[in-house]
């Protein structure tokens, strides 16, 4: 699997806010918005353009578009505080939406909505979740990806563990990664250390 870090200045001094516990909560919601116009500046930075004309005040000249603009998901409730941003950022893309909550007991995703286009043959699809822990809610995402005919899949993601990737890398899924950190690892309850805390409660408090 393909994952590229955001190693940007920037990105680090947003990362830092967001790991800080004294972070409120809306201060935390703005740097997830600002980290996510970078991380997905980055994840689009190799899609194909097309030209067209386009008229300026004062002359004729060629413009450039995405030629196949993305499908963008955020996994609710945490990848919610990025669909805006990233949306800002490709005003062409269309957006589904999946729910997906970790039992807190076994880790396990469970699935609780699903909003997607019935085909997602030829389109770029962009999961967006602040973490990357286990990956098993990542995994589940795809798989309804794949299910309905998606090949191009790229998982932007806040932060990742290294065994979030190593799970994404085994299930041989058609996905790469887009983040601004790999961390050290997940401790006894399964949270990304040293992380970020609970990406979902950080933006909008405790379930
Ligand atoms: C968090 C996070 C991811 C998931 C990561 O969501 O936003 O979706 O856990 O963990 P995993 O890689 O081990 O599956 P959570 O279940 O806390 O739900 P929330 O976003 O509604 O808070």
Request: proline content about 7%.
């Given at each position: 699997?393909?994952?590229?870090?955001?190693?940007?200045?920037?990105?680090?001094?947003?990362?830092?806010?967001?790991?800080?516990?004294r972070?409120?909560?809306?201060?935390?919601?703005?740097?997830?918005?600002?980290?996510?116009?970078?991380?997905?500046?980055?994840?689009?930075?190799?899609?194909p353009?097309?030209?067209?004309?386009?008229?300026?005040?004062?002359?004729?000249?060629?413009?450039?578009?995405?030629?196949?603009?993305?499908?963008?998901?955020?996994?609710?409730?945490?990848?919610?505080g990025?669909?805006?941003?990233?949306?800002?950022?490709?005003?062409?893309?269309?957006?589904?939406?999946?729910?997906?909550?970790?039992?807190?007991?076994?880790?396990?995703?469970?699935?609780?909505?699903?909003?997607l286009p019935?085909?997602?043959?030829?389109?770029?699809?962009?999961?967006?979740?602040?973490?990357?822990?286990?990956?098993?809610?990542?995994?589940?995402?795809?798989?309804?990806?794949?299910?309905r005919?998606?090949?191009?899949i790229?998982?932007?993601?806040?932060v990742?563990?290294?065994?979030?990737?190593?799970?994404?890398?085994?299930?041989?899924?058609?996905?790469?990664?887009?983040?601004?950190?790999?961390?050290?690892?997940?401790?006894?309850?399964?949270?990304?250390?040293?992380?970020?805390g609970?990406?979902?409660?950080?933006?909008?408090?405790?379930?």
């Amino acid at each position: 699997m393909r994952t590229q870090v955001v190693d940007h200045p920037l990105a680090s001094a947003l990362l830092t806010t967001m790991r800080d516990e004294r972070t409120d909560n809306a201060a935390f919601r703005a740097a997830l918005r600002e980290l996510t116009q970078m991380l997905i500046y980055e994840a689009i930075r190799d899609a194909p353009t097309e030209e067209f004309d386009v008229q300026t005040p004062v002359a004729r000249t060629r413009g450039v578009r995405l030629a196949n603009p993305p499908l963008l998901v955020p996994v609710l409730r945490a990848g919610l505080g990025m669909v805006d941003q990233a949306s800002a950022s490709i005003p062409q893309a269309r957006v589904g939406f999946v729910g997906m909550a970790r039992d807190e007991e076994t880790h396990e995703p469970v699935s609780y909505l699903e909003s997607l286009p019935d085909s997602l043959a030829g389109i770029p699809v962009y999961v967006l979740d602040p973490m990357l822990a286990t990956g098993g809610s990542m995994r589940c995402t795809i798989e309804l990806l794949v299910a309905r005919g998606a090949t191009d899949i790229t998982a932007v993601c806040v932060v990742a563990a290294p065994e979030g990737i190593a799970a994404l890398e085994k299930s041989g899924f058609p996905v790469r990664l887009v983040t601004a950190s790999i961390d050290d690892g997940l401790n006894g309850a399964a949270f990304i250390v040293p992380g970020l805390g609970d990406a979902g409660d950080r933006q909008f408090g405790p379930r």
